[in-house]
């Protein structure tokens, strides 16, 4: 069965400190993975999109890691802010990227 | 482009009524996506469409829910009867297809009293 874990469940850092998100898959054959970040009352908006081939992807102070071979992810935050109060979601893509695998999603606070 | 649009934003029921959810999803994108979302189970796929067609349902949880795509840019998803336990939002999403980036509507919060 395809599944997506991620941890931290949530975390509660200090404004301009650095966080990073972890995100673990089993799910095959692998296409994609994305991290998408989810503000309250609104849908998932992408951050990065990585194929297999692809180690790294930066989106401004946004940078994600892949490791296909132990199939996990990261999601490294530097300086962060307190717009990056959002839900965190690693998402996998099966089968040419048509069928998503969500994981729980990662809770992020920031506090001033 | 505006995005994906989704109507109503909220949406406040009793137990019993029918609700229908609607959903314009971004020209030129060939695949339409449902999801529910929860705190308990996070997001879930319903039923997806590609050109218009219903490819796989299998994420309807029951015969009471059922989905729509009459032309490429309009797609509705019906509950009927709804009940409390179908309290969730949901998100409409479309894509182009292979991987490129899934756009997601703003979602319909659903609330069945």
């Known amino acids: 069965k395809n599944q997506v874990e991620q941890s931290p469940q949530s975390l509660i850092i200090l404004e301009g400190k650095n966080c990073t998100l972890q ?3 089993t799910v095959s054959p692998f296409s994609n993975l994305r991290w998408y970040k989810q503000d309250t009352g609104r849908g998932p908006v992408s ?4 194929t297999f081939s692809e180690n790294t992807k ?3 102070r946004y940078t994600a890691t892949l490791d296909a071979d132990t199939k996990q992810s990261s999601l490294h935050i530097t300086a962060s802010q307190l717009s990056d109060s959002a839900s965190y979601i690693c998402v ?3 089968n040419a990227g048509n069928m998503l695998t969500f994981g729980g999603g990662t809770r992020l606070m920031v506090k001033p | 482009d505006a995005g994906v649009i989704q109507s109503p934003r909220h949406e406040v029921t009793e137990m019993g009524q029918e609700v229908t959810l609607r959903c314009k999803p971004i020209s030129g994108h060939d695949y339409l996506f449902w999801y529910r979302q929860t705190m308990m ?10 050109n218009n067609v219903p490819i796989d349902d299998s994420g309807m949880p029951e015969d009471r829910f059922s989905a729509k795509m009459p032309n490429a840019s309009f797609s509705t998803l019906k509950i009927q009867p709804s009940e409390p336990r179908d309290s969730a939002v949901y998100f409409c999403a479309s894509t182009m297809g292979g991987a490129g980036g899934y756009t997601f509507g703003s979602g319909t919060r659903l609330t069945v009293v």
């Open chain 1, 23 to 25: 995100c673990n898959y």
């Open chain 1, 47 to 50: 951050l990065t999109i990585m």
């Open chain 1, 58 to 60: 930066s989106n401004g």
């Open chain 1, 92 to 94: 996998v893509s099966a």
């Open chain 2, 41 to 50: 189970r996070g997001l879930e796929l319903l039923i997806y469409f590609n």
